[in-house]
């Protein structure tokens, strides 16, 4: 699709309204500024990769992708840049579903993303577009079951949520939360976060693992996979016996 260079001023630009309100990364913003100084002349105001956007009706334009380059145009025009008051961008005709793609491919492919706002885009898009998980894994060449298990952190309690966000828990660590959530319910989740504030346990997995421990009465030995002595049925996760929770059940 064809698409034109326009410098657009910043009051006048939009971020993809299918945008996942992630962390805004002030490190990264800081690396983008001084690239950008560094770089003012290049004939693009510094930038190495011109974010795509198109115009909307009331004239004003949509930026697809790259909202930390805005911050860093939108901080260095409030410094005093005043060169950065403008930003340039390549417009073309796009659609929703279009706008929603290259959000999701700048988002999963050209930058760290937390595994929550991973979670968070395939949601979207799935529910957006009516596509299934199968062609939602297919479209951003993943496989079903990675984007299922994905999905399900978005199960876990929002202060869960905010700690795989901001790096003080493991994707891993969240998955073992999950374990805990099918095995013993909210109630063995809330132990294990209640753990997580005690400055004995010197990692979520300690508090987890404590969790699993002392929550045998919130253990269901009803349950099909129990009853029927299998692993604990979520292939991504450690390996659950019933040996393993023998000395658990009361």
């Known amino acids: 699709m064809s698409t034109s260079l326009v410098f657009v001023r910043l009051d006048n630009i939009l971020l993809n309204k299918h945008q996942i309100a992630g962390v805004r990364d002030q490190e990264k913003i800081a690396e983008i500024k001084s690239s950008l100084l560094q770089n003012k002349e290049n004939g693009f105001l510094g930038l190495m990769e011109i974010p795509l956007a198109r115009l909307l009706p009331d004239g004003k334009y949509e930026q697809a992708f790259g909202r930390h380059r805005f911050y860093a145009f939108e ?3 409030a410094e005093g840049h005043n060169e950065f008051s403008i930003m340039p961008l390549m417009v073309g005709n796009f659609s929703d579903e279009e706008m929603l793609d290259m959000m999701g491919v700048e988002l999963l492919q050209h930058r760290d993303v937390s595994p929550i706002e991973e979670a968070q885009f395939y949601m979207k898009y799935a529910t957006e577009t009516g596509k299934t998980w199968v062609e939602t894994a297919q479209k951003f ?3 079903e079951e990675y984007v299922r298990a994905s999905v399900r952190l978005l199960n876990l309690p929002e202060q ?3 700690m795989v966000t901001s790096g003080t828990m493991t994707k891993t660590d969240a998955r073992d939360m999950l374990v805990l959530e099918k095995v013993g319910g909210a109630d063995l989740v809330a132990k294990a976060i209640e753990a997580l504030g005690d400055e ?3 990692s979520p997995k300690e ?3 404590y969790a699993l421990r002392q929550g045998s009465e919130y253990l269901d030995k009803n349950a099909d996979w ?3 002595n299998k692993n604990f049925p979520r292939k991504h996760l450690p390996a659950l016996t019933t040996k393993d929770l023998e000395g658990m059940i009361p």
């Open 200 to 202: 004995d346990f010197g």
């Open 75 to 77: 901080e260095l025009a």
């Open 207 to 209: 508090a987890i693992s």
């Open 226 to 228: 129990f009853k029927a």
């Open 160 to 162: 869960v949520q905010q």
């Open 141 to 143: 060449e993943k496989t």
